[in-house]
């Protein structure tokens, strides 16, 4: 049954309980069913190849630079361990401990913990009391990455809007533009993804 317009916690109950049926519709259409019956190239989507040509002391100075994910992706990360039955399908799987964490360096280990303990900024990976010699006046100027970023997430609010917009006009006919508009923007404020 659908709820009165001007009962507004019972119409954002039912717009999450139409958004949680088209998310699982999604789901399901790319999967195309359970998690436990993906096939091997539905799971290089879920869990993509490692890259392997990080080696120790490369990841060691990226991470020194900034960027962590080679250090963690290649050596710290956990390996997934699919069980595989006669047929080649998978049935379960799992994730180990990565091999990679039992040969790493003592110095690998200190620069996890100077990053783990905050010493060590996990924006830019300098020590916290380390100055930078190349700093401007001013605020820093914004990248082009982040700017992308910032309109990529710009985006997907406004699509996350105009999809309440369209489950409103669905269940409550009647209503006029402005109010469908007006009730899918406080949605969003308050649930926002």
């Known amino acids: 049954m659908r709820p009165r317009w001007e009962n507004k916690k019972a119409v954002f109950e039912l717009i999450k309980e139409r958004l949680s049926e088209q998310e699982s519709e999604y789901v399901a259409s ?4 359970p998690p436990h019956r993906l096939t091997e190239a539905q799971l290089r989507v879920v869990d993509p190849p490692r890259d392997q040509r990080w ?29 595989v039955d006669d047929d080649g399908k998978i049935t379960s799987f799992t994730y180990k401990v990565n091999d990679q964490i039992a040969h790493l360096k003592p110095e690998t280990w200190f620069l996890i913990c100077e990053f783990l303990l905050g010493e060590r900024s996990l924006k830019n990976g300098r020590r916290r009391d380390e100055r930078n010699p190349h700093a401007m006046r001013g ?12 309109r990529a997430a710009r985006i997907k ?3 996350f809007r105009k999809a309440v917009q369209e489950i409103l006009r669905r269940e409550f006919p009647k209503e006029g533009a402005r109010e469908i508009r007006h ?6 404020e308050v649930h926002s993804r």
Request: glycine share 8%; hydrophobic share 35%.
């Open 139 to 150: 605020p820093p100027k914004t990248s082009a990455a982040k700017k992308r970023e910032r």
């Open 183 to 188: 009730r899918a923007r406080e949605f969003a």
């Open 30 to 33: 790319i999967f195309g069913g």
């Open 157 to 159: 609010a406004a699509n």
């Open 55 to 83: 080696d120790e002391q490369s990841a060691v100075e990226a991470a020194k630079g900034g960027n962590l994910r080679p250090l963690v992706s290649n050596f710290l990360e956990p390996e997934f361990d699919p069980d």
